[in-house]
């Protein structure tokens, strides 16, 4: 019980940041994290490790995420597609924002970055999350910031962050 | 490690660097003037990842848990619940546990988990017999078009989660190796699901469908195709 409150005040703020970055709606955003926190609590007994709780909770946002999406979009299973079947990657040329850039990443690419930003998950973890491999991980962390460091080949007054 | 290795370890990974990898920068000036600026680009991504989070948030969340009040409120509350808790403890000491919860665990467990119903990722019959195997059970012949299987947390161990498609629609079955159930076979409903939990091999399996009569089909399917004393 107490565990729980700890996690809920540890952790809601970065599920509501990964949540708002994957929909970019603060109304879905903390729907979303408020139903992760309700369906954790029902299972929070079972939890014997508290300390792989906050990947636990990331996976049930993704599912709760998948499910309001099922609703409305068809179903794409981006974890289990191979690199080669990755979307190209958008130009980033000219004055656009890094938090422009973010947005404009394939859904794929932009899981990983999250998940090792906000969440500050490892590669493997996130490889467990995403149900794929480390090594898949890597590469698509890799490309991911392979796009957005090309906005560093303009000039310094153009890297402007959103606010 | 050379450089275009450091390059891919930093860009993947840049604030877990490993041994070689520090070691290879501090030898190496271009890829230390690379570091530094990888490290500058992350920085100004954490900056714009870190959209305002609403006030109150986390507030919200224990309310709508634990629905929670003013502590004069939770007081009395807690107190009123061990009047309740003291007179109904006697009676559940002897109410036996409820028959069909392992059922429930699986029609809880396909809730929690509905990307399993719309993920398509083909599994082959060797990989999957193998993993049935591993769980306990001999697959003697393909159970259908197996569209996912995930080794998935349960409580106290591993479940193998298989979705695959029959004639008519989807069906899922859940492997628990190493925990019995106290009867042959439990089953549990709810508005979308109906499940069967049998006893199996050294432990248990769950078919979750929409359908008792589904649930049945699967299950004698499972039971024909599927070997548990080997």
Redo the contacts between chains.
């Keep these: 019980m107490q565990n729980f409150e700890h996690a809920v005040r540890a952790y809601s703020a970065d599920l509501y940041r990964y949540a708002w970055w994957l929909c970019r709606d603060r109304h879905l955003a903390e729907d979303l994290v408020q139903e992760t926190f309700a369906r954790a609590w029902k299972s929070w007994a079972e939890l014997r490790d508290v300390s792989v709780a906050k990947a636990w909770l990331v996976t049930i946002l993704r599912n709760e995420l998948a499910r309001s999406y099922s609703r409305s979009r068809p179903a794409v299973d981006i974890d289990n597609l191979e690199e080669s079947e990755l979307p190209a990657l958008p130009s980033f040329e000219g004055d656009v924002e890094i938090a422009q850039m973010v947005r404009l990443l394939p859904e794929t690419y932009r899981q990983p970055l999250l998940l090792q930003v906000l969440g500050g998950f490892s590669c493997s973890e996130i490889a467990r999350m995403l149900a794929t491999t480390e090594g898949a991980v890597m590469t698509r962390l890799t490309r991911a910031r392979q796009a957005l460091r090309k906005q560093y080949d303009v000039p310094a007054e153009k890297l402007k962050v959103a606010k | 490690m050379n450089c275009l290795d450091f390059h891919?370890a930093k860009?993947?990974?840049?604030t877990?660097l490993g041994p070689e990898a520090q070691s290879h920068a501090a030898q190496c000036a271009a890829c230390a003037a690379f570091a530094h600026?990888?490290d500058e680009?992350?920085r100004?991504?954490?900056?714009?990842?870190?959209?305002p989070?609403?006030d109150g948030?986390?507030d919200?969340?224990?309310l709508?848990?634990h629905g929670r009040r003013p502590a004069w409120y939770r007081w009395a509350l807690a107190a009123s619940v061990a009047i309740v808790v003291a007179v109904g403890l006697a009676r559940a000491l002897y109410v036996p546990a409820p028959g069909d919860q392992y059922a429930r665990k699986a029609i809880?467990h396909v809730a929690?988990?509905?990307?399993s119903l719309?993920?398509?990722?083909p599994t082959n019959v060797e990989a999957l017999g193998e993993l049935i195997r591993a769980s306990g059970g001999t697959l003697k012949a393909p159970l259908g078009t197996v569209r996912y299987v995930?080794l998935c947390p349960?409580?106290n161990g591993t479940a193998l989660h298989i979705v695959f498609e029959t004639g008519q629609g989807l069906a899922t079955v859940l492997i628990v190796p190493g925990r019995s159930l106290p009867q042959t076979q439990q089953q549990a409903s709810t508005s979308d699901w109906n499940a069967l939990a049998r006893a199996a091999g050294h432990g248990y399996y769950a078919v979750v469908t929409p359908s008792g009569s589904r649930t049945a089909q699967v299950d004698r399917l499972i039971r024909e195709r599927i070997d548990w004393n080997a």
């Design positions: 891919r860009l993947a990974e840049p877990r600026s990888v680009t992350e100004d991504l954490e900056r714009a990842l870190a959209t989070v609403p948030l986390a919200r969340v224990l709508r848990v809880e929690m988990e509905p990307e719309s993920t398509v990722d995930r349960v409580e």
